[in-house]
């Protein structure tokens, strides 16, 4: 079992900046990758960025390229989310999720593990 709890969110401005944060705790050996999965009200499930665990490699999403940025901490087991220039469609819950074997940045994969997710806000 993994566990996954975000921190920060909170609400920002339009053009501001916020970061999230997750620390994964419990059987963490042998995740594949650690992802961002941001959901908002009526819209489809998006995963914003991915790092695989063990290198430095990410991808990020077309929407939220050159303005957010994932990186992991392995030592402590914890994952950040820093965002800039943020836009209203930025709002949404955004969950912190891992698997085991597969990391796709796009459709609906449904990832082994999520945390319960932390509020993002942007309002003008």
């Known amino acids: 079992q993994v566990q996954l709890l975000e921190g920060g969110g909170g609400s920002v401005e339009i053009g501001g900046s916020l970061s999230v944060s997750c620390a994964a705790t419990?059987?963490?050996?042998?995740?594949?990758?650690m992802v961002w999965v941001r959901q908002a009200p009526g819209k489809e499930r998006e995963t914003v960025a991915i790092?695989?665990?063990?290198?430095?490699?990410?991808s990020v999403a077309d929407s939220v390229k050159g303005r957010f940025a994932i990186s992991q901490d392995s030592a402590e087991n914890t994952l950040y989310l820093n965002m800039n220039s943020l836009k209203p469609e930025d709002a949404g819950l955004y969950h912190c999720?891992?698997?085991?074997?597969?990391?796709?940045?796009?459709?609906?994969?449904?990832?082994?593990?999520w945390g319960q997710g932390i509020q993002v806000t942007v309002s003008s």
């Open positions: 419990g059987d963490t050996a042998g995740r594949k990758c």
């Open positions: 790092v695989y665990v063990g290198g430095w490699i990410t």
């Open positions: 999720v891992t698997d085991a074997n597969y990391c796709p940045l796009t459709g609906t994969y449904q990832f082994d593990y």
